[in-house]
């Protein structure tokens, strides 16, 4: 257990519907990073909030949002989900200061 | 643009073979240079942080160095268990003040008994 939590572990949608991807991070780390993986693509940066305000944002499509709350657990939010969203969603979480990043378990979507 | 190669995409050794797996760079500001394994369905599990030219670390079989273009990850005597994705990420400084990880595409690893 690294520590980062992410639900569900599995997703199975439409085209078109919106899912909610959760992340708690690890206790103490005050960022939170967002990565998506497909195979074709390996992992590509998101998005990234620190202590709840949004610092970096990479290759994320205007579809997708996300936030992170007072307790910094932080939502992914997909929406018009289309068959190439499919993918394994991973979080990360590190402290400032301390160059480590811990990944959680993933979000394997898949958009049917 | 930011940009990580790892090599070769797919590695298959006996077991106690030994072997370097690659992972060269091109960023505008290096901060740090990440080692990390990935099992299939599974989040990536850090090995190393590098931060200069020059500096090694280890950690049982594997022994990871760095060079101002470049990163290797060497693997001595490698067992089954060993077989996994290895995947090599260079941190770098974003717009806001901030910073992520970019990485590469992955070097696969199978090491047969």
């Known amino acids: 257990d690294s520590g980062v939590t992410q639900t569900p572990k599995h997703l199975i949608t439409a085209t078109g519907q919106r899912v909610t991807l959760r992340c708690s991070p690890r206790?103490?780390?005050?960022?939170v990073y967002w990565y998506q993986q497909s195979l074709d693509q390996g992992l590509q940066f998101l998005i990234q909030?620190?202590?709840?305000?949004?610092?970096a944002k990479g290759n994320i499509l205007e579809r997708f949002s996300a936030q992170q709350f007072p307790d910094l657990h932080s939502e992914l939010n997909l929406s018009s989900l289309e068959l190439g969203d499919s993918a394994l969603y991973f979080c990360?979480?590190?402290?400032?200061?301390?160059?480590?990043?811990?990944f959680g378990s993933g979000t394997r979507l898949t958009v049917v | 643009e930011d940009q990580v190669t790892q090599s070769p995409e797919a590695l298959r050794l006996q077991e106690g073979e030994s072997s370097s797996l690659n992972c060269s760079y091109t960023?505008?500001?290096?901060?740090?240079l990440f080692w990390y394994r990935q099992d299939p369905g599974k989040g990536p599990e850090f090995l190393f942080t590098?931060?200069?030219a020059g500096e090694e670390k280890e950690k049982e079989r594997l022994k990871a160095t760095l060079t101002k273009k470049e990163s290797f990850l060497h693997i001595t005597a490698p067992k089954p268990e060993d077989s996994a994705t290895y995947l090599c990420?260079?941190?770098?400084?974003?717009?806001?003040?901030?910073?992520?990880?970019?990485f590469g595409k992955g070097t696969k690893l199978t090491v047969n008994p």
């Open positions: 990360a979480s590190s402290t400032r200061h301390v160059y480590g990043y811990t």
């Open positions: 206790s103490g780390d005050l960022s």
């Open positions: 909030y620190y202590n709840g305000e949004e610092r």
């Open positions: 960023v505008s500001g290096l901060r740090g």
């Open positions: 590098l931060y200069s």
């Open positions: 990420a260079v941190q770098v400084d974003t717009q806001g003040g901030s910073e992520k990880l970019v």
